[in-house]
């Protein structure tokens, strides 16, 4: 295999068929120099889960793009987040973080994650035919994070295309020449928005989330402005790309297993299963890479300290040696629980609680508010060109209007 292989028009389609290829291919695959790809879950876990698999995040960019692409502005933008470190520094920077993503914080924003998504709804009513994606599920997310860093929605949105095109960069396989490009673009553009916001929320700091990066200190050293600049555009870029998409990827899923959607209309109940199970069977997350930071052996294979290994989280979560009859959605599978969508580790997505909640109530609110809804074209849909994330660009839907 190579890295083209995950770049076809046919994958981005539908990339399972690959990911079955993947998993027959062996426990670690070769894919490039100092470079491999793993799509087995139990294989997955285990890296996840070790000490001796952390980030190296230039040596992945090395590996695609070559020894000069670490002075470009995007991947030095990428490299000085907490996203790519390693403990103990980013041990400290997670524990301050995580204060805003508790159970408590999570419990004020409920109220505000499901009166923004019946804001939204109202306005789908008024229509017969809508896009759930530019008018829903991806506003939703946006709101929220835009709340925890305290800046305007409006800009949020307006910034959705510089976001998109910085998560392109994070693909396995390399962006052309012209992408390159827009995701440089896109860190310039980030940076510039949020450069003047951090500076004026240290004279003026709150209790939204820049402020606290602002007083992150590290046995006397805090964050240079570069690195507190990087991780806000970070935390803006997490908080509503991947759950954008798994939104439209949930609802596509349902409505493409009527059963299961039915079952799930008669009983509200199974929302948390039914999200979860979503989320094993089309994750918005496909790809996470790590880099052995010394010699690790796994499944009789040896990883030489600096090997790149592309962790397939799509393909993980359709192995048919962890989850029976893995390519249909079931609810009540025995196995529920146990998917990769959030990742694993210390690495563990740090606002799980968050967007699994916003999926919760995004749903519920779509399947109160609209009984009949019913997406429009739904074997002829748009998928976004990436690798690392999956979803759709536009879902249009229509419902009866009273």
């Known amino acids: 295999m190579n890295f083209n292989d995950f770049s076809?028009?046919?994958?981005?389609?539908?990339?399972?068929?690959?990911?079955?290829?993947?998993?027959?291919a062996g426990a670690i695959v070769p894919i490039g120099p100092n470079a491999v790809v793993t799509g087995r879950l139990s294989v997955i876990e285990s890296l996840l889960r070790n000490r001796s698999m952390g980030k190296a995040y230039?040596?992945?960019?090395?590996?695609?793009?070559?020894?000069?692409?670490?002075?470009?502005p995007l991947?030095?933008?990428?490299?000085?987040?907490?996203?790519?470190?390693?403990?103990?520094?980013h041990t400290r920077l997670r524990a301050l973080l995580m204060k805003a993503?508790?159970?408590?914080?999570?419990?004020?924003?409920?109220?505000?994650?499901?009166?923004?998504?019946?804001?939204?709804?109202?306005?789908?009513?008024r229509k017969q035919e809508f896009d759930l994606v530019s008018e829903f599920a991806l506003p939703l997310p946006v709101e929220i994070i835009c709340r925890l860093l305290e800046i305007p929605p409006a800009e949020g949105c307006d910034l959705g295309a510089a976001a998109s095109c910085l998560v392109a960069a994070m693909d396995?396989?390399?962006?052309?020449?012209?992408?390159?490009?827009?995701?440089?673009?896109?860190?310039?553009?980030?940076?510039?928005?949020?450069?003047?916001?951090?500076?004026?929320?240290?004279?003026?700091?709150?209790?939204?989330?820049?402020?606290?990066?602002?007083?992150?200190?590290d046995e006397g050293v805090s964050l240079t402005e570069e690195e507190i600049i990087s991780n806000v555009i970070l935390l803006f870029v997490a908080g509503h790309e991947t759950t954008s998409n798994m939104i439209g990827n949930a609802l596509i899923a349902l409505h493409r297993h009527p059963?299961?959607?039915?079952?799930?209309?008669?009983?509200?109940t199974l929302m948390s299963k039914a999200v979860a199970e979503c989320m094993r069977y089309d994750s918005s997350v496909q790809m996470v890479a790590r880099t052995a930071l010394e010699e690790v052996i796994v499944s009789d294979v040896t990883l030489a300290p600096g090997t790149v290994v592309f962790m397939s989280i799509g393909a993980a979560c359709r192995d048919h040696e962890a989850f029976s009859d893995s390519d249909r959605i079931d609810f009540n599978r025995p196995e529920n629980g146990r998917f990769l969508a959030f990742g694993s580790g210390i690495h563990y997505c740090l606002g799980a609680r968050l967007a699994s909640m916003e999926i919760e109530i995004a749903l519920k609110t779509l399947l109160d508010r609209f009984p009949d809804l019913q997406l429009v074209e739904l074997e002829d849909l748009n998928w976004h060109t990436r690798n690392s994330l999956r979803g759709v660009q536009s879902l249009l839907a229509r419902h009866c209007m009273e």
Do not use: C, H
């Not at 993503?101 to 009513?125: H, P, W, Y």
């Open 8 to 24: 076809s028009p046919e994958f981005f389609e539908d990339p399972y068929p690959l990911y079955e290829k993947l998993r027959l």
């Open 58 to 72: 230039m040596q992945s960019v090395v590996a695609r793009y070559g020894s000069g692409a670490s002075l470009q």
């Open 75 to 89: 991947f030095k933008t990428l490299s000085r987040t907490f996203l790519m470190m390693n403990p103990p520094a």
């Open 101 to 125: 993503f508790n159970a408590r914080q999570m419990d004020k924003l409920r109220k505000i994650v499901e009166t923004t998504a019946n804001a939204l709804a109202d306005g789908l009513s």
């Open 172 to 217: 396995i396989s390399p962006l052309n020449d012209q992408m390159l490009v827009e995701a440089n673009d896109a860190a310039l553009s980030l940076e510039a928005y949020f450069g003047p916001v951090v500076a004026e929320r240290r004279l003026n700091p709150g209790d939204d989330l820049i402020s606290s990066l602002l007083v992150v200190e």
């Open 259 to 268: 059963l299961e959607l039915a079952k799930l209309r008669r009983d509200p």
